[in-house]
C-alpha cells in the first residue's frame, strides 16, 4: 500500500515535469492521454486495488483520484498559456494582414460540444436498432408534460420535478421531461410505435456539481402487440455496451415513475473508481445510475386511446449530461455550461 502512494507522488511529479517542459498542444494531448487515461499509471493503479481489503483501497482510491485531478487542471493551465503564447507570438512576430480569410487566424476551427457528440453517438445505436427520432416541443401544456402521464394535478411526484411556468395561469410551462413527447407521438400516429426524443429539459432547482436547471434527456417509446421487460432490458443492456465499449456490470433497480409499472432505474458499475467502491462519483457504492425505465401504464394508454389490452409498451428517458460526465470523467456538470475553451478544447 505504501508503494502504491509513493509511485502516486511519482507519478504525479514526472508527469508536472512533461507538462512543465511541453511546448506545444500536440504533445499537451499525449500527455494527458499518458496520465489521465484508461491505460496510464494511475488508472492501472485504481484497477488493481482490488487486491487489497475494503478499507485500505480507500486511501489510495482517494489518493489516485486526487493525483488525477490536480494533473488535469495542470493541463489545462498550461494549455491555456500555450494558446495564449501562441497568440502573442503570431500578432507580435507579424503585421495583421486584413485581408487574408480565416485559414490564417490563430484560433483553431472548433469541434462539437461534448454534450452534442454523447447525443450524437446515443442516436446513432438507437437508430442502427430501427428506432426514428421524434422532436419533441420545449414549450409544453400540462396535459403533456403531466395529466396525460398519469401526474395529476397536486400529486407529489410534480414537486421533484419543479417546473418553470411561462405564464401566470400556469398553462405554459418548459418541459421537465422528454417524456412529454411520447404523449404528442401516440396522439399522433398508432403503434407500431418506436422513437427516441433527444432534448433539452429544464427544472427550477438549485445548480451544483450534479444538478443544473437545464440540462438534456434522450426518451425512447416502443409501442406494439407483444412488447415485454426482457425486451426492455434486452434493448438498455445492449446500449449500455455498444456506448461505452466495455464490458460493465448493469443492475435493473426497482423504482417508480407514474408513467410506468413496473419501473426500474439502470445503475452501471462506477466507470471512475470501477467498482473499488471508494470514491465521491458513485458515493462509494460502486454504482452510477444512468437512467430510468419501465412498461407503459394503462392509464397513459388510455389517455391517448390505445387498446390496454392489445398494446404493450416499454419506455426509457436517459440523462445525456450524466452519461457524458461518466464517458469523459468530468466530475463538475456546470462545465459543460461554462464556455470556457480550455475545457471544450479537449474534445
Ligand atoms: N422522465 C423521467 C425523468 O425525467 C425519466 C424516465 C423514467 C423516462 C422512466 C421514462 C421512464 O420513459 O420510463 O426523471
Given at each position: ?24 498542444i ?85 469541434s ?9 453517438d ?53 418541459r ?22 433527444p ?23 416502443v ?45 452501471i ?29 394503462p ?49
Open positions: 500500500m505504501k508503494n502504491d502512494i509513493i509511485e502516486i507522488e511519482q507519478i504525479i511529479s514526472e508527469a508536472y515535469t512533461k507538462i512543465e517542459n511541453s511546448q506545444n500536440t504533445l499537451l494531448n499525449k500527455i494527458s492521454s499518458e496520465y489521465l487515461g484508461k491505460k496510464s499509471k494511475l488508472s492501472k493503479i485504481i484497477r488493481a486495488l482490488v487486491k487489497y481489503p475494503i478499507d485500505q483501497r480507500k486511501e489510495i482510491a482517494l489518493t489516485a483520484n486526487q493525483a488525477k485531478n490536480h494533473i488535469k487542471n495542470v493541463i489545462i493551465s498550461k494549455r491555456q498559456e500555450i494558446l495564449l503564447n501562441n497568440v502573442n507570438n503570431k500578432y507580435n512576430t507579424k503585421q495583421i494582414d486584413c485581408s487574408t480569410t480565416s485559414l490564417y487566424f490563430p484560433f483553431s476551427r472548433g462539437f460540444h461534448p454534450i452534442i457528440s454523447t447525443m450524437e446515443i442516436i446513432t445505436i438507437f437508430k442502427l436498432l430501427g428506432f426514428s427520432i421524434f422532436e419533441g416541443n420545449d414549450i409544453e401544456n400540462d396535459w403533456y408534460n403531466f395529466e396525460a402521464l398519469n401526474i395529476p394535478q397536486y400529486h407529489p411526484a410534480r414537486d421533484i420535478q419543479d417546473t418553470f411556468y411561462i405564464d401566470e395561469m400556469k398553462t405554459k410551462l418548459l421537465t421531461h422528454t417524456s412529454a413527447a411520447q404523449i404528442h407521438v401516440m396522439e399522433e400516429q398508432s403503434p407500431p410505435i418506436q422513437i427516441i426524443v432534448g433539452r429539459v429544464y427544472r427550477n432547482e438549485t445548480q451544483n456539481t450534479s444538478h443544473s436547471s437545464t440540462f438534456h434527456q434522450i426518451e425512447g417509446l409501442v406494439n402487440k407483444y412488447v415485454t421487460f426482457v425486451d426492455l432490458k434486452t434493448i438498455i443492456k445492449y446500449f449500455v455496451h455498444k456506448f461505452f465499449e466495455r464490458d460493465l456490470k448493469i443492475r435493473f433497480r426497482p423504482s417508480y415513475f407514474q408513467f410506468t409499472e413496473p419501473s426500474a432505474e439502470v445503475d458499475q462506477c466507470y471512475f473508481c470501477d467498482n473499488t467502491k471508494c470514491c465521491s462519483v458513485c458515493s462509494n457504492s460502486g454504482w452510477i445510475e444512468i437512467l430510468g425505465c419501465g412498461m407503459v401504464h392509464n397513459v394508454f388510455k389517455s391517448v386511446n390505445y387498446d390496454t389490452y392489445k398494446y404493450k409498451g416499454y419506455a426509457f428517458g436517459i440523462g445525456i449530461e450524466r452519461i457524458a460526465m461518466i464517458k469523459y470523467q468530468i466530475d463538475d456538470i456546470r462545465l459543460f455550461y461554462a464556455n470556457d475553451l480550455a475545457f471544450l478544447q479537449q474534445f
